[in-house]
């Protein structure tokens, strides 16, 4: 699709489209703890189905996150689980986030 005309919309269009723009959440991504092979679950625990196995040395990106089942891993406790596509989840004690709480917006 092409666009041959743009009509600037009255009362500044292009201010509203800067604002929009610049109010888009920019997306981190995350390292899985070394040496290990994540699982990631169709949802927030461990009780969900495994959707696939992450490889050693993976980044995630963390869109959401959400309390679930509790898991001890690599950087400790934690029932936080990080949403890292549509229907993927893992497990935060797995990811190198630098922090014991959470660090994106909770899932709605």
Known sequence: MSVDHVQEAEGGGEESAATTLAATTTVRYYSVAPGV????????GT???ITRTL???AKVPIYCQTPGTSVSGYYGT???WDNISNGEFVSDAYVHTGSDGYVADRCS
């Open 78 to 80: 934690s029932n936080i």
């Open 55 to 57: 490889p050693e040395g």
């Open 47 to 49: 009780g969900y189905d």
């Open 37 to 44: 092979r994540l699982n990631v679950r169709s949802g927030p």
